[in-house]
């Protein structure tokens, strides 16, 4: 599995790419996460789109993933999660613990909504 990251102003975007399973892609995902934590990168968003396979192991690593960054302050939220990994969630009642979205946009601008920034519209 590889794990691509990028950051799109102060969000930073997680996109596994393969099998998130137990073993090297489940420790790969928590490494990632650790790093951008110790930087200060505590608002997550998780592009679940190009996942191919996610073990209980993989579910613990994001689970992971959004409590330490709520423990600093922030957040992890799911974005693009397929319909079977949805029910997947639902089944084990993670959709009240992991916040989901369905693309990447919608998630990033989430974190903006939380802050109670506001759009700004013009008055004619």
Do not use: W
């Not at 102060?10 to 110790?38: C, H, K, Y």
């Not at 084990?92 to 992991?98: K, V």
Request: net charge negative.
């Amino acid at each position: 599995m590889k794990v691509e990251v990028r950051n799109e102003n102060d969000v930073t975007v997680i996109t596994p790419v393969g099998s998130l399973v137990i073993g090297t892609p489940e420790q790969a995902m928590n490494e990632a996460v650790a790093r951008l934590l110790v930087d200060g990168r505590n608002r997550l968003v998780i592009d679940a789109g190009q996942l191919k396979k996610i073990d209980s192991s993989g579910i613990e690593s994001l689970l992971i993933a959004c409590h330490r960054a709520r423990e600093q302050g922030g957040d992890a939220k799911l974005a693009r999660v397929t319909p079977p990994f949805q029910k997947l969630l639902e089944l084990a009642q993670l959709t009240t613990i992991l916040k989901i979205y369905p693309d990447v946009p919608d998630a990033v601008s989430s974190f903006s909504l939380e802050r109670g920034d506001l759009p700004q519209h013009s008055s004619s």
